[in-house]
């Protein structure tokens, strides 16, 4: 037998067994294919010989076993959470090759050891004999989970060539990396790696033990054992080139990898029940997918049909101010008095007082204040029956984690000025209403804004907080005209583009096809 392949041979435990090929099937149905995966993430280097070889093909298998962890992981979980979660790095504090259940604070890169149980994997090792290492952003961590997690979620590692001025991922925050897997190599002078104890990966945990300082052509440094540890903060990582004094090997996944592009969609975008997830055409109250633009719809409507005057509630602004990494938590998306057009509003007190605190909705019925958790419109308690699909690990007073929980940055909601919160009699749209492609009146909408197009960028926070970096034309300008009377004001579009709407009639049924009004 080669070396490579007894490095690559070893025992497996019986779970990971099953998990690896269920993993693995998962692949080959959503059509990852290893060899288009090794275009992109893997050091493209002149070096050569055995070593870098067998190294390519060992991280190659972690970032296949990562991607597949990201797809299957509303399964694996066993909750409704959303695909693109990695798992944390193996800290060394617990069980050898088994990720820790959190890794820092909301928002903090993490570094370990790749967790090769909790991928399904053998201990993979290196060329020398090393377990490979490993980093995750926490844009896409399991624990702390991050508040968004979608295809526009950027990564936190940029990273260089030593030798050379390239960015092999980065600088741009659409090209960061999620992930970075290590083959550390040999140990250079300085790296005293302690004896290797028990287990397969030794008893040293040190990432500076194994990861190198690498000196760019500039003459700058670049330390590969150190993360930024400020929150939403980006790290620098380098690949030694040829001749230089550092050997470590690096891998990575960028956010494309998981989610593909609109022109190649691939992973996460290719099962079966992503689209429906989101916006379902065939929405069924009772149905099984989450169809979280019609659920969102669904719930509206409910607020109105369970105050006295039949008033859906005012928007959430469109642009948040929060600090990170709370920026996008549940309660920032709070209604405000008066706002016809912007985000979805997951927090109402205001409406609910402006109508007479008369909401028969369980919840809503203790809502008191800007501060009452009883004031979370999207809730189980509230929300008509299956919002259940899309509320991740709801709990009495939230929907955590789960498919609104890390797109909702993507729902944008306007509602007519005869609908708005008010004591009156009930809204007729007599008056300014909501019109979709000339179809109309209706009551209010919700649009879901699919992927981005040329020119819409969605990684910073004052890119999420302008509606063009999400939305067509004609619905960015509506969306933002808040005068009832003046040209365009309640004047959507879904002929072209790739915004989607579901339209609540007067009657506060839904029409998905936003055709009978």
């Known amino acids: ?33 290893a060899a288009g995966l090794l275009v992109t993430g893997l050091a493209r280097l002149d070096l050569t010989g055995e070593r870098r070889r067998f190294n390519t093909q060992v991280l190659q298998q972690a970032r296949e076993a990562l991607i597949a962890y990201a797809i299957t992981y509303p399964e694996s979980s066993g909750k409704p959470y959303v695909p693109g979660h990695l798992p944390c790095p193996d800290l060394g504090t617990g069980s050898e090759g ?38 995750v952003s926490g844009s896409f961590k399991t624990g702390t989970k991050p508040y968004l997690l979608n295809w526009d979620s950027p990564g936190q590692f940029a990273i260089r060539a030593s030798s050379r001025s390239v960015w092999l991922a980065g600088p741009a925050p659409s090209d960061l990396a999620a992930v970075v897997v290590f083959a550390p190599g040999p140990a250079l002078a300085g790296q005293n790696r302690l ?63 998981l989610f593909g592009t609109a022109q190649a969609p691939r992973g996460i975008a290719r099962r079966g029940d992503f689209a429906a997830a989101l916006y379902d055409p065939a929405y069924l109250r009772n149905g099984p997918s989450p169809a ?8 509206l409507a409910s607020f109105a049909a369970g105050n006295a005057y039949r008033r859906l509630p005012w928007a959430s602004p469109l642009a948040l101010t929060g600090t990170a990494p ?18 979805i509003p997951f927090h109402v007190w205001l409406s609910h007082q402006a109508t007479g605190k008369s909401n028969a909705s369980p ?14 419109l999207l809730r189980t308690d509230n929300c008509p029956a299956g919002w259940d699909r899309v509320a991740g690990s709801p709990t009495a007073a939230n929907s955590p984690d789960g498919w609104w929980d890390k797109w909702k940055d ?14 009156a009699g009930n809204g007729t749209c007599t008056g300014n209403c909501l019109y979709v492609d000339g179809a109309g009146p209706y009551a209010a909408l919700v649009i879901f804004a699919g992927r981005a ?10 890119e999420r907080n302008d509606p063009a970096n999400y939305l067509g034309g004609t619905n960015a300008a509506a969306l933002l005209n808040a005068q009832p009377g003046s040209a365009g004001f309640g004047r959507y579009s879904q002929a072209s583009g790739n915004d989607r709407i579901v339209c609540i009639r007067r009657d506060l049924s839904l029409d998905l096809a936003c055709t009978t009004p």
């Open 98 to 135: 088994v990720a820790a259940s959190t890794c820092g604070g909301r928002g903090v890169s993490a570094l370990g050891r790749l967790p090769w149980q909790t991928l399904g994997l053998p201990p993979l090792k290196d060329y020398d004999g090393h377990c490979l290492w490993y980093a």
């Open 1 to 33: 037998m080669s070396r490579s392949a007894r490095k690559l041979a070893g025992p497996r435990r019986a779970h990971a067994q099953q998990r690896g090929a269920a993993l693995f099937l998962l692949l080959a149905l959503v059509g990852v294919a």
């Open 326 to 343: 709370n920026t996008f938590e549940n309660d920032a998306f709070k209604d405000a008095a008066g706002l016809l057009a912007g985000r």
């Open 363 to 376: 919840g809503l019925a203790a809502c008191n204040g800007s501060a009452s958790a009883s004031c979370r």
């Open 453 to 462: 197009t040329a020119g819409q960028r969605r990684q910073t926070q004052a």
């Open 195 to 257: 004896a290797s104890g028990s287990g397969e990966c030794g008893q040293d945990s040190d990432p500076s033990h194994f990861l190198d300082r690498v000196v760019l052509a500039d003459g700058s440094a670049v330390d590969n054992a150190f993360l930024n540890p400020a929150i939403d903060g980006v790290t620098l990582l380098a690949q030694p080139d040829a001749g230089r004094d550092a050997n470590d090997q690096l891998a990575w996944l960028q956010p494309r990898d």
């Open 410 to 423: 993507h729902f944008f909601y306007a509602v007519a000025p005869d609908f708005q919160p008010a004591q």
């Open 292 to 299: 979280l633009a019609q659920r969102i719809a669904d719930c």
